[in-house]
């Protein structure tokens, strides 16, 4: 039982590259989500998927798409990176909806710099 | 809306020494509060979580939370803390549809 695993651990993109992080888990959940943690701000929810099929805006969308492939994996896409978008990136699982109480589970995050 | 306020970036005890975090809510209603901890390079971890009934909410760790209306707070405490608590924590409020996580506060510990 890996939990929540994420691939890359870590990526350098130069501004305007695209790339995907990889997000699965394995505990049979239905919702998955996707944060962004910089320092000072805490986490902030970039997406979210209730469920297979379903996925909705976070606090900080913009520049990122998402995509629940299956009931276990959960990508986000940067279309067109930026500085900005230097962060590290936590994926999560739960087995409830995102105002629900059940525990999120996460995964150990991805740095991404871009230059 | 709901939010979270954690008015400590950085801690320091020494170890052996008891410890208290805070957490400031804003919400309307009832919220559901969690604690989480991250240790470095990873990613984060429930401690404990409160929904309703006793206030007083134990976690894992040797963890405990109370939840005081009154003041719209739910501190996290420890009596004695150990060199391996060393890590970032957070205070995060469930309502309305949404989880909003605080801050952090650092904890550093003093051998």
């Known amino acids: 039982n890996a939990g929540v695993t994420q691939t890359p651990k870590f990526q350098v993109l130069k501004t305007g590259q695209s790339m995907t992080l990889q997000c699965a888990q394995d505990m049979n959940h239905n919702s998955m989500y996707w944060y962004r943690q910089d320092p000072g701000m805490g986490l902030r929810l970039i997406y979210y998927?209730?469920?297979?099929?379903?996925?909705d805006k976070g606090e900080v969308p913009n520049g990122y798409n998402v995509s629940r492939l299956n009931k276990r994996e959960f990508s986000l896409r940067l279309e067109s990176a930026a500085p900005s978008q230097t962060s590290v990136y936590f994926c999560?699982?739960?087995?409830?909806?995102?105002?629900?109480?059940?525990?999120?589970?996460f995964g150990p995050g991805t740095r991404l710099l871009v230059l | 809306a709901q939010s979270v306020t954690q008015p400590d970036i950085h801690i320091t005890v020494s170890e052996g020494a008891s410890l208290e975090l805070r957490c400031n809510y804003s919400?309307?209603?009832?919220?559901?509060l969690f604690w989480y901890v991250q240790s470095p390079g990873q990613g984060l971890q429930l401690l404990l979580k409160y929904f309703s009934g006793d206030t007083l909410v134990q976690g894992i760790k040797g963890f405990e939370a109370e939840f005081k209306r009154s003041q719209s707070s739910f501190n996290l405490r420890k009596p004695s803390v150990h060199w391996s608590d060393a890590a970032e924590y957070f205070c995060a409020v469930v309502g309305d549809d949404k989880i909003i996580f605080g801050k952090g506060t650092r904890l550093h510990i003093l051998p």
């Open positions: 999560a699982s739960s087995d409830g909806g995102l105002a629900g109480v059940e525990t999120q589970y």
């Open positions: 998927s209730a469920s297979e099929g379903t996925t």
């Open positions: 919400y309307g209603a009832t919220p559901y």
